[in-house]
């Protein structure tokens, strides 16, 4: 099983945060700080998850799981500040397979991701 | 705050006061110039960084003043108002504040204790700027000590529900009735309820005050899910509840109900997913992303039944409607009561790899004679496929690809239902051990029964219809095959005769041999029994093989012509086992040596053809239709009814089709009528409207060929037996419409 994890969030903060939560997880853990980083990411390399952020500069998060459903069926989830159903439904129409809401719980975050991934 | 890593609160206040810097720069550059766009931008992205950074701890003093600081600079971005100075003035003590706060975390880990109420007033004169009505949130000093004092009656059954671990205090809006909200069914949902207790928001309002459609009233409840679950219940009406881990019972949830939180949360999503109108557009990714989260949960839940019928239906998704029943499956999974049908199905069986369903033999004939009425349906579609054509052609060629997908279908339906008919044929092999038993005490007979192949199946019918023949030729065999022991003795023989029963598949048929050691059927007296009884003269006696003699004992005329003697018994009843075998499609064929056995063989179909009937009827008589041959009946008036040149005819789906009256074709009397029973039939040359008196309900008969002075009637192909005992004659319609 793909145990890498790209997460494509703009904040240090968030990349730092998801790396320590899912490390001791058994997960490896890869970085974009945009989507377009995220895409080129992407293109070099198969990722058995993604964690994306919303709003970010560069290449938003929409545009990027757009892009990457081209590329891959991998598992997507959105981490979100703004919680609305409109959202939601814009980050499942580009792509998404998961709309999580900050604040992120680890065991929830460690949990889903464990189920999505079938480990 | 929760516990976090050094690390992480360390790059926290780092972040924080990077972007706290940032929006510092960009205020004042606004303040310069009020209208520069990306001054704007930067503040509302320095802002958002704070706000998503604080978010990821639930930081909910700064989360809630940056988000209405941001969602102002949006408005300011795209035009809808400008910077002024009170606005300036009050998103830098917003930033002073928030710098404030990220120190005291940098201190002490945790925000100071009045943040919540300081955040409050700011966002109040924040909100003074705010173009769209941001309700106030949940107040972020919501009162929560009635959660610790939950008065017990308020508690519904905690050994169900475990153990509480988050307070949701829930105002709804005054006018939430209007908006068709249910305050007290929304609280009943809630995911883990453990308490719920409702009382006045404010002192009640005096009784001639009070407004009928107003709801006045706070609710406060008790949940044992995990807070992300009930967050997400809770999200579209974040503005009027607000949650806290309720203290006292705060607990880490189990590693079960976390499983079962993030596996709905899933499916949920997963749901959402197929629910997108465009899912099949384009790449299907989307789909195929779904498909797999939903396998990988139902795997990681061990959902073994359920993952049998998801991937049944994952398979081949081309159409909407296959989403559809794909969603239905989905939505199941999501409702608690099969989930713990589920769980618990598997304690009771332990280890059954199949499963049986035992199911009255009526409904399954039931469930074959829809299949059959669904293939006479299906030919309406080719026929509505052919007269596309001069429509549409490309029509013409959809309508037939579903007319092949109907029909390929209801041969697989119909495939799989008649093997739900197939039985073994140790269920009649059974009762034949018991039989020989008792007879060779009657008889004073000492035999061994054998019996080989009792696992052999074949079609119920058929098994039915060879039940008596069976025991009827076992009779014989013991009555007249078997020697007592002592002529057997006699003859160098073993004392004990031998009955050997034997049933096998071969070329598609079933066949069973019944074979006794006995003193076999001497050729000779058969030819020279049936000359004296008239069957064969005795030229024909003189040039009959031994063979074809033997097969005599089946001549209905062999046996009842005589008295019994060891002899002639052979052949008594062996006509009616023989006809009993030919109307059920099969053979019977005898062998015999003198003084070493005789062999009877039977080859049966595995199915019995069980076919599908119109009937219809004509005077008194009942009459059949083959069901394949019928397009439609329907009733015509007597006056659309047109002669032309002698034929009369009638308008059928803008085709003229000749009419034909049953009775005038079989020569019985008519009765008028004003309304014509018509039945459009299809034969080789096309559609043609034969009329008959009434039409009865289809029904599934057996055919049998007709015996008798009937077989040289070509008009008929067979008759069959109705469940009244009356017979059915079906009619051959080739054959009597020709020349018409």
């Given at each position: 099983m793909n145990k890498s994890i790209l997460v494509v969030d703009d904040s240090h903060l968030v990349r730092m945060y998801y790396r320590q939560i899912l490390e001791p997880e058994g997960y490896e853990i890869f970085e974009a700080a945009n989507g377009s980083e995220g895409i080129e990411k992407a293109q070099q390399q198969e990722f058995g998850l993604f964690l994306v952020d919303i709003n970010m500069p560069m290449m938003d998060g929409l545009t990027f799981l757009e892009r990457i459903r081209d590329i891959s069926t991998a598992p997507a989830i959105v981490i979100s500040t703004e919680s609305s159903a409109e959202n939601e439904q814009r980050a499942y129409a580009a792509g998404a397979s998961l709309f999580i809401v900050k604040p992120v719980e680890a065991a929830n975050l460690v949990g889903n991701i464990h189920m999505l991934m079938g480990a | 705050m929760p516990d976090l890593a050094d690390s992480l609160i360390d790059q926290f206040v780092l972040e924080s006061a990077e972007s706290l810097s940032d929006a510092s720069d960009a205020l004042l550059e606004l303040e310069k110039n009020r209208n520069d766009p990306d001054a704007v931008d930067r503040l509302f992205r320095a802002l958002h960084t704070l706000k998503g950074n604080a978010a990821l701890f639930d930081l909910q003093p700064i989360v809630g003043v940056a988000h209405i600081a941001e969602d102002i600079l949006d408005t300011i971005r795209k035009g809808r108002q400008e910077m002024s100075g009170p606005l300036a003035d009050v998103i830098f003590s917003m930033i002073d504040q928030i710098a404030t706060w990220v120190t005291a975390i940098e201190r002490n880990n945790k925000l100071p204790a009045d943040a919540a109420s300081v955040s409050d007033e700011l966002q109040a004169r924040l909100r003074e700027y705010s173009l769209h009505e941001i309700k106030p949130g949940p107040s972020s000093q919501a009162d929560f000590s009635w959660a610790d004092s939950m008065?017990?009656?308020?508690?519904?059954d905690i050994s169900k529900q475990g153990q509480p671990s988050v307070a949701v205090l829930y105002t709804p809006d005054k006018g939430c009735f209007f908006s068709g909200d249910d305050p007290l069914q929304i609280m009943r949902e809630?995911?883990?309820?453990c308490a719920l207790q409702t009382s006045f928001r404010q002192a009640p309002p005096s009784l001639s005050d009070?407004?009928?459609?107003t709801c006045h009233l706070k609710f406060m409840a008790l949940s044992s899910a995990p807070m992300t679950e009930v967050a997400a219940y809770c999200r579209d009406y974040k503005d009027q509840i607000a949650i806290r881990a309720s203290g006292p019972h705060e607990a880490e949830p189990t590693q079960e109900i976390q499983d079962t939180a993030s596996f709905r949360q899933i499916i949920t999503a997963q749901l959402r997913i197929l629910e997108l109108?465009?899912?099949?557009?384009?790449?299907?990714a989307r789909l195929n992303a779904a498909l797999q989260n939903i396998g990988n949960a139902l795997r990681y839940m061990k959902r073994e039944d359920a993952l049998e019928q998801f991937a049944r239906l994952q398979h081949?998704?081309?159409?909407l409607q296959d989403v559809a029943e794909l969603r239905r499956f989905v939505a199941s999974l999501l409702d608690p009561q099969m989930a713990q049908q589920a769980a618990e199905a598997p304690a009771q069986q332990p280890e059954t790899g199949r499963k049986f369903l035992q199911i009255e033999q009526g409904r399954i004939d039931q469930l074959l004679n829809l299949i059959s009425e669904m293939a006479a349906a299906k030919n309406n579609l080719q026929y509505l496929a052919e007269r596309a054509e001069s429509v549409s052609r490309e029509f013409a060629v959809e309508l037939k690809d579903r007319a092949a997908l109907v029909e390929r279908i209801t041969q697989e339906m119909q495939d799989i239902v008649v093997n739900f008919r197939m039985t073994p044929l140790s269920s009649i092999f059974k009762r034949l051990p018991r039989l020989v038993r008792d007879l060779s005490k009657e008889l004073n007979r000492k035999v061994r029964l054998t019996i080989e192949g009792g696992e052999t199946e074949a079609d119920r019918h058929v098994i039915d219809t060879l039940s008596e023949p069976l025991l009827h030729m076992l009779r014989n065999s013991m009555a007249h095959g078997i020697e007592p022991s002592e002529e057997r003795a006699a003859a160098g023989k073993n004392p004990t005769g031998s009955i050997r029963i034997k049933a096998y598949h071969h070329n598609n048929q079933l066949i069973i041999e019944v074979q006794d050691d006995g003193r076999g059927i001497p050729a000779q007296k058969i030819k020279e029994k049936a000359a004296a009884s008239g069957i064969i003269s005795a030229e024909e006696a003189e040039r009959m093989s031994d063979a074809d003699a033997l097969q005599l004992i089946f001549h209905s005329g062999f046996s009842t012509a005589?008295?019994?003697?060891s002899l002639s018994g052979r052949g008594v009843g062996m006509d009616v086992v023989k006809s009993t075998v030919e109307n059920a499609g099969g053979r019977i064929t005898v062998h015999s040596e003198v003084g070493v056995g005789t062999r009877f063989t039977l080859a049966l179909p595995l199915f019995i053809a069980a076919a599908q009937m119109m009937t219809v009827r004509v005077a008194d008589q009942l009459f059949g239709i083959p069901m394949q041959q019928v397009q439609q009946s329907l009733k015509i008036p007597r006056k659309s009814i047109r002669k032309i040149k002698k034929t009369e005819t009638f308008v059928y789906r803008d085709n003229i089709l000749p009419l034909l009256r049953l009775h005038a074709l079989l020569d019985i009397p008519a009765t008028e009528q004003n309304e014509l029973a018509v039945m459009i039939v299809r034969l080789h040359h096309g559609l043609v409207g034969l009329a008959v008196d009434d039409f009865l309900n289809p029904v599934e008969v057996v055919i049998k060929p007709l015996s008798g002075i009937l077989k040289t009637v070509s008009n008929f192909s067979g008759s069959a037996l109705l469940a009244d005992g009356s017979v059915l004659l079906v009619l051959n319609l080739e054959e009597l419409m020709r020349g018409h």
């Open positions: - | 008065p017990a009656h308020a508690w519904m809630l995911p883990g309820l009070h407004e009928t459609y109108p465009d899912l099949l557009d384009g790449s299907k081949n998704i081309t159409e005589e008295q019994v003697t």
